[in-house]
C-alpha cells in the first residue's frame, strides 16, 4: 500500500501508512528505543538547600537586598495582613528589577489566575528607550503594583461585555515573586489579583485573599475569647497532594481526543488493569523517576517544597506531594506544580495528564486538599495533643469544621463539580457527592461523650503489636485512615479528598475557608452569649460545643462512603447527594450561599452569579469539544477501519467458498455478521451524536437549561458511540486499529 512521506513537529521525517495499525508499531518502537535523560543536576556537587528557592525573590533574597526600615515594612505587610504604602514599592521594585536581570531575565509579567482555572501572563522586556538612541532597563513601583491587561477575553460569567476591554492586575505582595526558565531566556512572574474595570473580581486569587481575611478575622475573635491573646494572626494551611498520569509522547500524538480533550473518548479496558495491585508504591521506573528528579529540580529552584513521589494505583499514574503551607502560596505553587510537570515531561518525552479521568476502567486522578489553621505562632490549631478530650481550643475549631461541613456541604460539594470530575465522583476510587466527615474511633467517642455528656477518659493509644521479636512495637495513630471518605481528619488535618485533579484548589479552598469562618463566627456568637448570661468560661465552652456537635453530628461517618447501605442512611439523614455537576452549581444561587459570601466580603452577589454562569458554560464547552472529536474520530478513524476489516471477512469467506465447496463457514459469517453489526451500530450512534449536537441552541438564555441538554442528552450520545467503538477495538484486526491501545499507553514508557 502505497505511504506518503511528511515531517512531523520535531523534524523527523516519517512513514504515514493508510494503515493505523502500523503507525501504532512505529510509536511502540519508538518507546523502546528512549532512553533516560541525564538529570539536570549533580546532587553529590551541589545539595538541595543550595538550589532551594533560587529563582525566588524570598524574604531571605528582600532582607538582603532591601534597606532595613523597608523590609520591616513589608515584613509587617506579610505577617500582619496591613498596607503597603505605595511610596515603597518603588524600592522593592527596583531590588526586584536588579536581582531578575542579574540571574538573566529579560522580561517581567503580572501572573495571576483568570477563571479559566489556568494561569496567564503577559510579557513586558525591561526594556525602555533613553531618548538618546539607546536604551535602558527600567521597572517601576507603578509598574509593580498594577498592570492592565486585556479583561474582555476572559470568562466573565456576564460581569463585562466583549468590548469593554479594560481590566487591572495588582500586585499580591503575600506570593513571593519567582523566575520561570525557559530555553532562551527567563522571565520574571509576579503573582497578582485580576479585576474588571468595575472592581469585580475575575480571578481565583482575589475570593481565596478575601476568605483567608475573614478566617483570620473570625479566627483571632475565637482565640482571643478563650484566652489566647498572644495570636496576632490565623492562617489557613493545604498541602495539596497531586495525582497524574504519564504516557509516552509518541502514543499521545496518535490520540486526537487526549490532545484536544485530555482524556481518551475511545479504548477497550486492557487485559490487565490494577487489578494485579502491582504499581502502587512498586518500583519505580529509571525513565519516570528521571523525569521526576527534573522536574523536582526545577521546583526546588522555584521554592516549591515537594517531599514525595511514588507510583499510584493505576498503571503509569502516579503521585507528587509537597509541605504544608499558607493556603495561598500553596495554591500558586500548585498551579506552577502543573506547569512545571507539564513542560519537563515533553523534555522526557512524556505527556504529563492532568484530566481526571483520562482512562476509563482504572482509577482517576484527584488533587487531595489537605488543609488546617494555625496561628502566627506555628501553632497547628488542629493539633489533637496527647489529650484531645482536653484540649479546649481544639476541640472548639474541630465543632467548628463539623458545623461548616454539615450546614455548608452541598456548597463544599459544588466547590469541586466539573464535567471531568463527574467521571471520577462516586466510583470505587474516588469518595461520593456526599459530603460526610471521618473523625477515627478516638475522637468520635469524644464527641459521642460531649454529646451525651457522659464522663470521658478518651481511648487510650495502643501500640501495634507486630509479632516479630527482632522489631519494636509502633505507636499507633489515634485513627485509621479512611479513604472512601471525602472529608477526613488526618490526624492534625482534614483531608479534603474529592477536589479534581486538573483544578485549581483556589476555588474549594475559598469556600473551606468561607464555611468555616461563618462557623467560627457562629461559635464565638454563642460562647459571648452564655458569658454574657453569667456563665463561666468553661461552662459556656462546654454548653456551646455539646449544643453545636448535637445539632451537627449527623455528618459524621466513619463506615465505607462507597457502600448503598451509606447511601440509604445519608438519605434518611437528609445529607445532600448532588450526583453530578448539574445537581450541584445551582447551589451557587441559593439565597444562604449569597448571604455566606456577601457577609464575610468574600464575593458579591454579581462575583457569585458570574462564577456560576462561567462553571456552567464551562461544562457546556467541555461536553460540545467531546462530541465533535467523538465524531472526528469515530468517522474518520474508526469506522473506516472497521469497514476495512468488515470488508476483509467478507472477501475472506466469498473466496472460501469458491475455493472450496460445501465447506461449512457457519462460524466465520457469524463472525462477519457481529462485526457487521456494529460497524452498522457505529454508522447509526455517530449519526444520531451529530444530530443532537445540532439541536444546540447555542442561543438559549438559560445556560442552566443549556448545560443540563449536555448533561442529558449529548453525554448519553457520546458514551453510546464510545461503546460499540470499543466492542470493535477487541474484534478489527490489530493490524488495522489506528489508535493506540491501553494495553500499550499505560505500560509501554
Same mark, same amino acid.
Given at each position: 500500500?502505497?505511504?506518503?512521506?511528511?515531517?512531523?513537529?520535531? #523534524?523527523?521525517?516519517?512513514?504515514?501508512?493508510?494503515?493505523?495499525?502500523?503507525?501504532?508499531?512505529?510509536?511502540?518502537?519508538?518507546?523502546?528505543?528512549?532512553?533516560?535523560?541525564?538529570?539536570?543536576?549533580?546532587?553529590?556537587?551541589?545539595?538541595?538547600?543550595?538550589?532551594?528557592?533560587?529563582?525566588?525573590?524570598?524574604?531571605?533574597?528582600?532582607?538582603?537586598?532591601?534597606?532595613?526600615?523597608?523590609?520591616?515594612?513589608?515584613?509587617?505587610?506579610?505577617?500582619?495582613?496591613?498596607?503597603?504604602?505605595?511610596?515603597?514599592?518603588?524600592?522593592?521594585?527596583?531590588?526586584?528589577?536588579?536581582?531578575?536581570?542579574?540571574?538573566?531575565?529579560?522580561?517581567?509579567?503580572?501572573?495571576?489566575?483568570?477563571?479559566? #482555572?489556568?494561569?496567564?501572563?503577559?510579557?513586558?522586556?525591561?526594556?525602555?528607550?533613553?531618548?538618546?538612541?539607546?536604551?535602558?532597563?527600567?521597572?517601576?513601583?507603578?509598574?509593580?503594583?498594577?498592570?492592565?491587561?486585556?479583561?474582555?477575553?476572559?470568562?466573565?460569567?456576564?460581569?463585562?461585555?466583549?468590548?469593554?476591554?479594560?481590566?487591572?492586575?495588582?500586585?499580591?505582595?503575600?506570593?513571593?515573586?519567582?523566575?520561570?526558565?525557559? $530555553?532562551?531566556?527567563?522571565?520574571?512572574?509576579?503573582?497578582?489579583?485580576?479585576?474588571?474595570?468595575?472592581?469585580?473580581?475575575?480571578?481565583?486569587?482575589?475570593?481565596?485573599?478575601?476568605?483567608?481575611?475573614?478566617?483570620?478575622?473570625?479566627?483571632?475573635?475565637?482565640?482571643?475569647? !478563650?484566652?489566647?491573646?498572644?495570636?496576632?494572626?490565623?492562617?489557613?494551611?493545604?498541602?495539596?497532594?497531586?495525582?497524574?498520569?504519564?504516557?509516552?509522547?509518541?502514543?499521545?500524538?496518535?490520540?486526537?481526543?487526549?490532545?484536544?480533550?485530555?482524556?481518551?473518548?475511545?479504548?477497550?479496558?486492557?487485559?490487565?488493569?490494577?487489578?494485579?495491585?502491582?504499581?502502587?508504591?512498586?518500583?519505580?521506573?529509571?525513565?519516570?523517576?528521571?523525569?521526576?528528579?527534573?522536574?523536582?529540580?526545577?521546583?526546588?529552584?522555584?521554592?516549591?517544597?515537594?517531599?514525595?513521589?511514588?507510583?499510584?494505583?493505576?498503571?503509569?499514574?502516579?503521585?507528587?506531594?509537597?509541605?504544608?503551607?499558607?493556603?495561598?502560596?500553596?495554591?500558586?505553587?500548585?498551579?506552577?506544580?502543573?506547569?512545571?510537570?507539564?513542560?519537563?515531561?515533553?523534555?522526557?518525552?512524556?505527556?504529563?495528564?492532568?484530566?481526571?479521568?483520562?482512562?476509563?476502567?482504572?482509577?482517576?486522578?484527584?488533587?487531595?486538599?489537605?488543609?488546617?489553621?494555625?496561628?502566627?505562632?506555628?501553632?497547628?490549631?488542629?493539633?489533637p495533643g496527647t489529650t484531645p478530650h482536653e484540649n479546649k481550643q481544639f476541640l472548639v475549631v474541630l465543632t467548628?469544621?463539623?458545623?461548616?461541613?454539615?450546614?455548608?456541604?452541598?456548597?463544599?460539594?459544588?466547590?469541586?463539580?466539573?464535567?471531568?470530575?463527574?467521571?471520577?465522583?462516586?466510583?470505587?476510587?474516588?469518595?461520593?457527592?456526599?459530603?460526610?466527615?471521618?473523625? #477515627?474511633?478516638?475522637?468520635?467517642?469524644?464527641?459521642?461523650?460531649?454529646?451525651?455528656?457522659?464522663?470521658?477518659?478518651?481511648?487510650?493509644?495502643?501500640?501495634?503489636?507486630?509479632?516479630?521479636?527482632?522489631?519494636?512495637?509502633?505507636?499507633?495513630?489515634?485513627?485509621?485512615?479512611?479513604?472512601?471518605?471525602?472529608?477526613?481528619?488526618?490526624?492534625?488535618?482534614?483531608?479534603?479528598?474529592?477536589?479534581?485533579?486538573?483544578?485549581?484548589?483556589?476555588?474549594?479552598?475559598?469556600?473551606?475557608?468561607?464555611?468555616?469562618?461563618?462557623?467560627?463566627?457562629?461559635?464565638?456568637?454563642?460562647?459571648?452569649?452564655?458569658?454574657?448570661?453569667?456563665?463561666?468560661?468553661?461552662?459556656?465552652?462546654?454548653?456551646?460545643?455539646?449544643?453545636?456537635?448535637?445539632?451537627?453530628?449527623?455528618?459524621?461517618?466513619?463506615?465505607?462512603?462507597?457502600?448503598?447501605?451509606?447511601?440509604?442512611?445519608?438519605?434518611?439523614?437528609?445529607?445532600?447527594?448532588?450526583?453530578?455537576?448539574?445537581?450541584?452549581?445551582? $447551589?451557587?444561587?441559593?439565597?444562604?450561599?449569597?448571604?455566606?459570601?456577601?457577609?464575610?466580603?468574600? !464575593?458579591?452577589?454579581?462575583?457569585?452569579?458570574?462564577?456560576?454562569? $462561567?462553571?456552567?458554560?464551562?461544562?457546556?464547552?467541555?461536553?460540545?469539544?467531546?462530541?465533535?472529536?467523538?465524531?472526528?474520530?469515530?468517522?474518520?478513524?474508526?469506522?473506516?477501519?472497521?469497514?476495512?476489516?468488515?470488508?476483509?471477512?467478507?472477501?475472506?469467506?466469498?473466496?472460501?467458498?469458491?475455493? $472450496?465447496?460445501?465447506?461449512?463457514?457457519?462460524?466465520?459469517?457469524?463472525? !462477519?455478521?457481529?462485526?457487521?453489526?456494529?460497524?452498522?451500530?457505529?454508522?447509526?450512534?455517530?449519526?444520531?451524536?451529530?444530530?443532537?449536537?445540532?439541536?444546540?441552541?447555542?442561543?438559549?438564555?438559560?445556560?442552566?437549561?443549556?448545560?443540563?441538554?449536555?448533561?442529558?442528552?449529548?453525554?448519553?450520545?457520546?458514551?453510546?458511540?464510545?461503546?460499540?467503538?470499543?466492542?470493535?477495538?477487541?474484534?478489527?484486526?490489530?493490524?488495522?486499529?489506528?489508535?493506540?491501545?491501553?494495553?500499550?499507553?499505560?505500560?509501554?514508557?
Amino acid at each position: 500500500m502505497a505511504q506518503a512521506t511528511t515531517t512531523n513537529h520535531r #523534524g523527523t521525517t516519517t512513514q504515514n501508512s493508510a494503515h493505523g495499525g502500523q503507525n501504532r508499531q512505529r510509536a511502540i518502537q519508538h518507546v523502546q528505543g528512549r532512553e533516560p535523560v541525564k538529570s539536570a543536576i549533580d546532587y553529590t556537587k551541589t545539595s538541595v538547600a543550595e538550589v532551594f528557592g533560587t529563582n525566588v525573590f524570598s524574604r531571605h533574597t528582600m532582607r538582603t537586598l532591601l534597606p532595613k526600615a523597608v523590609y520591616k515594612e513589608l515584613e509587617r505587610c506579610l505577617e500582619q495582613g496591613v498596607g503597603l504604602q505605595p511610596h515603597l514599592a518603588d524600592v522593592v521594585a527596583n531590588a526586584m528589577k536588579d536581582w531578575a536581570i542579574a540571574r538573566g531575565a529579560t522580561h517581567f509579567t503580572h501572573w495571576f489566575h483568570p477563571m479559566t #482555572g489556568l494561569t496567564a501572563e503577559k510579557h513586558d522586556s525591561f526594556l525602555v528607550s533613553s531618548g538618546d538612541d539607546g536604551a535602558i532597563l527600567e521597572f517601576s513601583g507603578k509598574v509593580l503594583v498594577q498592570g492592565e491587561p486585556d479583561a474582555s477575553s476572559f470568562p466573565s460569567g456576564g460581569i463585562r461585555s466583549t468590548f469593554e476591554a479594560r481590566g487591572y492586575t495588582g500586585w499580591d505582595p503575600t506570593s513571593p515573586a519567582f523566575i520561570m526558565e525557559s $530555553i532562551n531566556g527567563k522571565t520574571l512572574c509576579i503573582p497578582t489579583v485580576f479585576c474588571a474595570y468595575s472592581g469585580h473580581a475575575l480571578d481565583k486569587k482575589t475570593p481565596l485573599l478575601r476568605s483567608i481575611d475573614a478566617v483570620n478575622k473570625q479566627g483571632l475573635r475565637l482565640l482571643h475569647l !478563650l484566652g489566647n491573646t498572644a495570636a496576632k494572626r490565623v492562617t489557613c494551611t493545604v498541602g495539596p497532594e497531586q495525582e497524574y498520569f504519564l504516557i509516552d509522547e509518541s502514543f499521545y500524538l496518535l490520540r486526537p481526543d487526549l490532545i484536544n480533550c485530555g482524556r481518551t473518548l475511545f479504548g477497550a479496558k486492557p487485559p490487565k488493569g490494577q487489578e494485579m495491585e502491582d504499581h502502587y508504591w512498586g518500583s519505580i521506573r529509571e525513565r519516570v523517576l528521571s523525569f521526576m528528579m527534573d522536574a523536582e529540580f526545577e521546583l526546588y529552584k522555584l521554592g516549591v517544597p515537594v517531599k514525595t513521589r511514588h507510583n499510584e494505583v493505576a498503571p503509569a499514574q502516579f503521585e507528587v506531594a509537597p509541605v504544608f503551607e499558607s493556603s495561598n502560596i500553596a495554591t500558586d505553587h500548585n498551579m506552577v506544580l502543573m506547569e512545571v510537570f507539564k513542560k519537563t515531561a515533553q523534555k522526557h518525552g512524556f505527556r504529563c495528564l492532568f484530566h481526571e479521568k483520562p482512562f476509563s476502567g482504572v482509577n482517576g486522578s484527584g488533587k487531595h486538599n489537605n488543609w488546617s489553621l494555625a496561628d502566627d505562632a506555628g501553632n497547628n490549631l488542629l493539633e489533637p495533643g496527647t489529650t484531645p478530650h482536653e484540649n479546649k481550643q481544639f476541640l472548639v475549631v474541630l465543632t467548628a469544621v463539623i458545623r461548616a461541613v454539615n450546614k455548608f456541604g452541598a456548597l463544599l460539594r459544588t466547590s469541586i463539580a466539573t464535567a471531568a470530575n463527574d467521571h471520577r465522583l462516586g466510583a470505587n476510587e474516588a469518595p461520593p457527592a456526599i459530603m460526610s466527615i471521618y473523625l #477515627g474511633d478516638r475522637l468520635t467517642h469524644i464527641v459521642d461523650s460531649i454529646i451525651t455528656g457522659t464522663a470521658d477518659s478518651a481511648i487510650a493509644t495502643k501500640n501495634i503489636q507486630i509479632g516479630v521479636s527482632t522489631l519494636p512495637e509502633l505507636p499507633r495513630d489515634d485513627s485509621d485512615r479512611n479513604r472512601t471518605s471525602p472529608f477526613a481528619f488526618t490526624g492534625n488535618k482534614f483531608e479534603f479528598r474529592a477536589v479534581g485533579s486538573s483544578q485549581s484548589i483556589g476555588w474549594p479552598n475559598t469556600v473551606l475557608n468561607t464555611i468555616v469562618a461563618d462557623s467560627l463566627d457562629h461559635i464565638s456568637t454563642r460562647i459571648e452569649e452564655e458569658i454574657k448570661g453569667g456563665k463561666d468560661l468553661n461552662v459556656a465552652l462546654q454548653s456551646v460545643v455539646k449544643a453545636v456537635l448535637t445539632e451537627n453530628d449527623r455528618v459524621l461517618f466513619n463506615g465505607d462512603n462507597y457502600s448503598r447501605e451509606w447511601h440509604e442512611e445519608a438519605e434518611r439523614r437528609g445529607l445532600p447527594n448532588l450526583r453530578n455537576t448539574i445537581e450541584a452549581l445551582p $447551589i451557587l444561587n441559593s439565597a444562604d450561599t449569597q448571604s455566606l459570601f456577601e457577609k464575610f466580603k468574600v !464575593l458579591s452577589r454579581d462575583e457569585l452569579l458570574s462564577r456560576y454562569n $462561567i462553571m456552567l458554560e464551562s461544562y457546556c464547552k467541555t461536553i460540545n469539544v467531546e462530541a465533535l472529536m467523538t465524531i472526528n474520530i469515530g468517522t474518520t478513524m474508526i469506522l473506516p477501519a472497521a469497514l476495512e476489516y468488515q470488508g476483509r471477512l467478507a472477501a475472506s469467506i466469498v473466496q472460501t467458498k469458491n475455493a $472450496i465447496s460445501g465447506l461449512d463457514l457457519t462460524p466465520q459469517e457469524q463472525m !462477519l455478521r457481529e462485526v457487521a453489526e456494529r460497524v452498522s451500530k457505529l454508522k447509526t450512534n455517530l449519526d444520531q451524536l451529530n444530530a443532537i449536537s445540532h439541536e444546540v441552541d447555542e442561543g438559549d438564555v438559560d445556560v442552566l437549561h443549556h448545560a443540563s441538554f449536555y448533561q442529558s442528552k449529548v453525554l448519553p450520545a457520546i458514551n453510546a458511540v464510545r461503546h460499540v467503538a470499543d466492542e470493535l477495538e477487541l474484534m478489527v484486526d490489530d493490524s488495522l486499529w489506528p489508535l493506540p491501545k491501553f494495553r500499550e499507553m499505560l505500560y509501554i514508557y
